[in-house]
């Protein structure tokens, strides 16, 4: 068997819908054929039946499945990497469904751009079906914030679902398993120091996001995230590299009145739950000031969190946000 040019690594974890998703849209690429790739999915210790899911796909694509205990993202994407043949990467996320244009993209940029110092970030935007309220629409655009502009850009594009990059790169390093969550950034701080990265970027769709969105999903991302850039800031000694808000001044953006916090969840949440109903498509400044309140809460909650030595525990910490 021909080795395949690139090598797609998709971790995922009790995401079995989304996953199906996912596979359905490697099925549906055009102008490659399977030779030309193959779908390293890397079940990281999910409850749920992954293999039934990855079964469905065996014959229309050239997918293979490897099972580890639940590690994080990280660890499961240094697993797949070990096993990938092809000597270019595409890093992605099981919540996502590629273009049918996706794999001849990333093969014709390698092409134009040989050197391991050039990736791709590969935008995506939320299907259809999903981010109907105002709350989705909010939340997409703050956990996704996507270059604006065509251009090149350094190790904050480094997104490992959604990244397209040769497999030489990670003789530099591999993803941290001590990071659950933005070891991605982690990776990419120390690429930049001993490589150098050229994040290439075009606002053009290579794929939907294909899943829905919640206030408690939203609350507990961003806590968690901030609790992890702190370990990096801890673990680098180079707190410049993360003095974004609310970083630089946490104590600032922590709403201390549980009443007024609890008020403003409610609020928040009846945005979130009436996602089936008819909604305007603007988000008003007024809703998004609200929202971006309460995720400037969270993040700042859980920096302190990590700066004060305390253990990661949003269910105590966001107990306000969570709570129905």
Not at 4 to 10: D, G, K, Q, T
Not at 240 to 266: G, N
Request: glycine share 8%; with cysteine.
């Amino acid at each position: 068997m021909l080795e395949p040019a690139l090598s797609v690594v998709i971790p995922t974890f009790n995401r079995t819908p989304e996953l199906h998703i996912c596979l359905d849209g490697f099925a549906h690429q055009e102008g490659v054929s399977n030779d030309d790739f193959e779908i390293l999915i890397i079940d990281d210790g999910s409850t749920e039946d992954v293999q039934s899911v990855v079964h469905q796909f065996q014959g229309r694509v050239n997918v293979h499945l490897l099972r580890t205990g639940h590690g994080g993202a990280g660890a499961a994407r240094n697993a797949g990497l070990k096993h990938a043949r092809g000597s270019l990467i595409i890093l992605y996320d099981d919540d996502a469904r590629p273009t049918p244009d996706l794999i001849a993209y990333c093969l014709d940029f390698h092409r134009k751009h040989p050197g391991e110092e050039d990736m791709a970030l590969l935008c995506f935007t939320p299907d259809i079906a999903f981010g109907k309220s105002p709350f989705e629409r909010w939340a997409f655009e703050t956990i996704y914030p996507f270059p604006k502009e065509p251009g090149i850009y350094g190790w904050s594009r480094f997104w490992a679902g959604t990244l397209t990059l040769k497999k030489s790169v990670f003789r530099y390093g591999e993803f941290d398993p001590a990071f659950p969550m933005v070891e991605d950034l982690e990776l990419g701080l120390r690429l930049q120091d001993s490589l150098g990265l050229r994040i290439h970027y075009e606002p053009r769709s290579y794929g939907t996001f294909s899943r829905g969105l919640t206030l408690p999903q939203i609350c507990k991302r961003q806590y968690t995230c901030a609790y992890f850039v702190y370990r990096i800031v801890e673990k680098r000694g180079r707190p410049d590299d993360f003095m974004w808000k609310p970083y630089h001044a946490p104590q600032k953006y922590v709403v201390t009145d549980t009443q007024r916090l609890r008020t403003m969840a409610s609020i928040a949440r009846s945005f979130d739950e009436r996602r089936h109903a008819e909604q305007s498509k603007v988000v008003t400044p007024a809703i998004r000031g609200l929202f971006s309140a309460l995720e400037m809460h969270c993040l700042a909650t859980g920096w302190i969190t990590a700066r004060e030595g305390l253990p990661l525990d949003p269910a105590q910490d966001l107990e306000s946000l969570l709570k129905h």
